[in-house]
């Protein structure tokens, strides 16, 4: 066995954790959240975690302690810093041409995608791959590349492609949806090699996909709930790559994000006037007074607020949202949404509110501290989807006591129970609706005003919900359990080997979950 691979299983894993997106360096959604509390729970749990993520102007200008590392074969150079807040090593590609840009990561100010996106990304996964296969020129090499998303999906083909030996793979989806799929002449132009560019690598109807690219050719894929890891395995919720997906299912884990307990935690936000948590919920009163100031709404409403911080988009039923605006109004409810998105949508929830200040307030925009003011106020959270890999935002909501109205689809399936027709105080995190229409929706959230007003239930209901564990723990020892079996594997070795220090540092704590995953 080669001494430096079964060094791997003794001392903990080093990995090179892949993503366009890690808070608060850069963010659109739940995949820049859980790219940074992941890899930052699994190191205080003993591995060796380096993150790497394109050189955005809002990354290089919050990473800490930022050195050259080496010139990259195209121009540009590595860099390599810390994440501000958690201190984790970052390597920023700092590709001036294809990151520096105004805008997000995707998108122009404009909100159209870069012409570019292939170009920028696949950059992005070569040099994952280069540095995984060769190192960082300055000592370091992971045992494991774990990429996310369509963004780095390529990495998992170059490392394939490239032979043993070679750090072991593993690809998480955080959304099928979202494919990365472009024209096979543009990728040819960019020198992708034509195996990658077949049917049996990561052609999809025509087109090449980078997200196929992570899930053709990893070691090993996880998903981010276990309910999306089953549904996917359908043609209802495969989105096109169900295939696929089946004939890989002996290599497909779900594993349940968690949240960033220290950055969503109600006692100690300092976006809040008054701390509270779930004993003493006094604060959470003078958080909705404040906001119902902030944002316009009337203070003396007896009905719940009811509020909405999502992508406004058809994944997260925005149109319905839309649609049952006037019914939820009606029945005594008062609205404060947050989001942005599809600008047909962004500009009809604008024309809603006209006329209905006090009751119903919109703000079309990316808020990152009213995200936290709003989860504060909140008595419900509106959180549909019609179909949800995981869905943080509704976690997000308990941690704050706030009760979330959703669909039981995907990780809402694994992290939310019905409330159901008895005993609210006694069962059930949220209300939830199966059919996926404006009438359904109306009628849980109606459910939900019921509870609100039976305060001792409703008090009873929101204490159990906020101490609901959505902590890292767990899921990050089955990473860590997945980590040491790929690289065992890629290794040659047995995954248990007698005796190593790091293995019976895991087993010491993680307990039961190193055994489940
Ligand atoms: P998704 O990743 O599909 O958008 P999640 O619920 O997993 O869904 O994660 C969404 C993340 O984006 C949460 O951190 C949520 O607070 C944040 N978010 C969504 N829209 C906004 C917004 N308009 N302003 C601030 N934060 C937002
Ligand atoms: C995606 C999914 C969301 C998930 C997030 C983080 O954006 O839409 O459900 O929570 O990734 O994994």
């Known amino acids: 066995m080669d001494q430096e691979r079964h060094q791997a299983l003794i001392s903990p894993p080093h990995v090179l954790f892949a993503t366009s997106e890690m808070f608060p360096l850069a963010k659109t959604g739940g995949l820049g959240d859980v790219c940074a509390a992941l890899p930052a729970a699994l190191a205080a749990l003993g591995a060796d975690m380096r993150v790497i993520l394109p050189g955005y102007v809002s990354a290089l200008d919050q990473a800490i302690g930022k050195r050259r590392l080496a010139t990259l074969p195209e121009g540009g150079v590595l860099l390599l810093g810390r994440a501000p807040g958690t201190g984790l090593p970052v390597y920023l590609v700092d590709r001036p041409d294809l990151f520096r840009r105004p805008g997000g990561p995707y998108q122009d100010p404009e909100k159209q995608d870069w012409p570019d996106n292939l170009r920028r990304f696949a950059a992005l996964s070569a040099t994952v791959a280069a540095l995984a296969l060769h190192g960082d020129g300055a000592g370091w090499q992971p045992d494991l590349v774990h990429a996310n998303d369509w963004h780095t999906g390529l990495a998992m083909a170059f490392l394939a492609l490239a032979g043993t030996p070679r750090p072991a793979s593993l690809f998480t989806i955080h959304n099928l949806a979202y494919q990365g799929n472009f024209p096979l002449d543009e990728a040819r132009a960019l020198g992708l090699p034509e195996e990658v560019l077949s049917p049996d690598g990561a052609e999809f109807y025509g087109q090449l996909s980078c997200l196929k690219a992570g899930i053709r050719y990893a070691d090993h894929i996880t998903t981010v709930s276990p309910t999306y890891a089953r549904e996917i395995l359908t043609p209802e919720h495969g989105a096109g790559l169900d295939g696929l997906l089946r004939a890989r299912v002996a290599d497909l884990t779900g594993i349940l994000n968690g949240i960033d307990s220290a950055a969503w ?26 906001l119902q100031r902030e944002l316009g709404l009337d203070p003396a409403a007896e009905g719940p607020l009811l509020i909405s911080v999502n992508r406004l988009t058809h994944q997260k039923m925005a149109d319905v949202v839309l649609q049952a605006l006037p019914a939820l109004l009606d029945d005594g409810v008062q609205v404060a949404l947050h989001g942005q998105g599809d600008p047909a949508l962004e500009a009809a929830f604008r024309a809603a509110s006209a006329g209905r200040e006090g009751r119903l307030a919109v703000r079309i925009g990316y808020d990152e501290a009213l995200a936290h003011r709003l989860h504060a106020a909140a008595d419900l959270a509106l959180t549909p989807a019609r179909f949800e890999p995981c869905g943080l935002t509704t976690m997000y909501a308990m941690r704050y006591g706030a009760l979330p109205v959703t669909r039981p689809v995907g990780g809402l399936a694994d992290t939310v129970a019905d409330i159901g027709a008895g005993d609210p105080a006694a069962h059930g995190t949220g209300f939830t609706f199966v059919e996926p229409t404006a009438a359904a929706l109306v ?9 609100f007003r039976d305060k001792p239930a409703w008090r009873r209901a929101q204490k159990r919900v906020m101490l609901q564990d959505f902590g890292w723990q767990a899921s990050a020892c089955r990473f860590l359990a997945l980590y040491g079996r790929q690289v065992a594997m890629m290794a040659g070795v047995s995954p248990h080997p007698a005796g190593p220090s790091w293995e019976r540092h895991l087993a010491a704590v993680c307990e039961t979950e190193t055994k489940a995953a």
């Open 265 to 290: 935690n109600p006692a100690g936000d300092p976006e809040l006037a008054a701390p509270y948590d779930a004993q003493r919920l006094g604060g959470k009163a003078i958080a909705k007074a404040a």
């Open 443 to 451: 009628a849980a959230v109606h459910r939900g005003s019921a509870v």
